[in-house]
C-alpha cells in the first residue's frame, strides 16, 4: 500500500535533508516540498503565508495523484494544526494509501543554530517574519501540538543519517 509520510516540524528540525534522502533512496517516491512549490508562484516573497494558502491544495492534488499511481510520497511540511495535518490524512486515504505523521523535534536553540547554518531559499522570508523569534514560538507551539499518539523524533544530537535511520525504524514499526 502507498503511504503519505508527512515530516513534520519547525524550522531547521531536517525535515526537507531527511525526506530528500528517503526519496533518493526508495525510487518513485516523490518528495513533496512545499515550499519548492512556493517559489513557482510569483510574488512568493511579499505574500509568503497567503501563497502558502495557493499551494496546499495543489501540494494535495498532487500526493492524492502520485498515491493513486501506486507510488509513496514523502511531504516535509511544518503543519501546527490538527485541522490541517488531516487535510493530508484524509487526502491519502481517498486513494487508498495509508498516513504516516512523524515529527521532528530538536530544542530550539539547535533549531535556531541549523536555520542560522544553512542556505535555504525560504531563509529570507523565515527572517522577515520573526526570524529566531519566529522559530522559538513554532517550536512552542509544537509542544502543544504533539499527542500521545505521536511518533516523534528527537533530532538535536543525532546527524542526519542518525536521524534517517530512526525514521526507517519508526516506520517499519508503524508498518508491522
Same mark, same amino acid.
Given at each position: 500500500? =502507498? %503511504?503519505?509520510?508527512?515530516?513534520? &516540524?519547525?524550522?531547521?528540525? $531536517?525535515?526537507?535533508?531527511?525526506? /530528500? %534522502?528517503? /526519496?533518493?533512496?526508495? =525510487?518513485?517516491?516523490?518528495?513533496? *516540498?512545499? *515550499?519548492?512549490?512556493?517559489?513557482?508562484?510569483? &510574488?512568493?516573497?511579499?505574500? #509568503?503565508?497567503?501563497?502558502? *494558502?495557493?499551494?496546499?491544495?495543489?501540494?494535495?492534488?498532487?500526493?492524492?495523484?502520485?498515491?493513486?499511481?501506486?507510488? !509513496?510520497?514523502?511531504?516535509? @511540511?511544518?503543519?501546527?494544526?490538527?485541522?490541517?495535518?488531516?487535510? #493530508?490524512?484524509? /487526502?491519502? %486515504?481517498?486513494? $487508498?494509501?495509508?498516513?504516516?505523521?512523524?515529527?521532528?523535534?530538536? =530544542?530550539?536553540?539547535?533549531?535556531?543554530?541549523? #536555520?542560522?547554518? %544553512?542556505?535555504?531559499?525560504? !531563509?529570507?522570508?523565515?527572517?522577515?517574519? $520573526?526570524?529566531?523569534?519566529? +522559530?522559538?514560538? +513554532?517550536?512552542?507551539? #509544537?509542544?502543544?501540538?504533539?499527542?500521545?499518539?505521536?511518533?516523534?523524533? @528527537?533530532?538535536?544530537?543525532?546527524? =542526519? $543519517?542518525?536521524?534517517?535511520?530512526?525514521?526507517? /525504524?519508526?516506520?517499519?514499526?508503524?508498518?508491522?
Amino acid at each position: 500500500m =502507498p %503511504r503519505l509520510i508527512h515530516l513534520n &516540524g519547525p524550522t531547521g528540525v $531536517g525535515k526537507s535533508t531527511i525526506a /530528500a %534522502r528517503y /526519496a533518493a533512496e526508495h =525510487p518513485r517516491t516523490l518528495n513533496l *516540498d512545499a *515550499d519548492e512549490i512556493v517559489r513557482l508562484i510569483g &510574488g512568493w516573497q511579499d505574500d #509568503f503565508l497567503g501563497t502558502v *494558502d495557493l499551494v496546499r491544495p495543489l501540494a494535495i492534488t498532487m500526493a492524492k495523484h502520485h498515491l493513486a499511481s501506486g507510488h !509513496d510520497v514523502v511531504m516535509p @511540511q511544518l503543519v501546527n494544526r490538527h485541522d490541517q495535518r488531516d487535510l #493530508f490524512a484524509r /487526502a491519502a %486515504r481517498s486513494v $487508498g494509501a495509508d498516513y504516516q505523521e512523524l515529527v521532528l523535534l530538536a =530544542p530550539a536553540e539547535v533549531a535556531v543554530g541549523r #536555520f542560522r547554518g %544553512r542556505s535555504h531559499h525560504i !531563509d529570507g522570508v523565515v527572517e522577515t517574519l $520573526g526570524g529566531e523569534a519566529l +522559530i522559538n514560538r +513554532i517550536c512552542g507551539q #509544537f509542544a502543544a501540538y504533539v499527542t500521545p499518539e505521536s511518533v516523534v523524533i @528527537q533530532t538535536a544530537g543525532q546527524d =542526519p $543519517g542518525e536521524t534517517y535511520e530512526t525514521m526507517i /525504524a519508526a516506520l517499519t514499526r508503524a508498518v508491522a
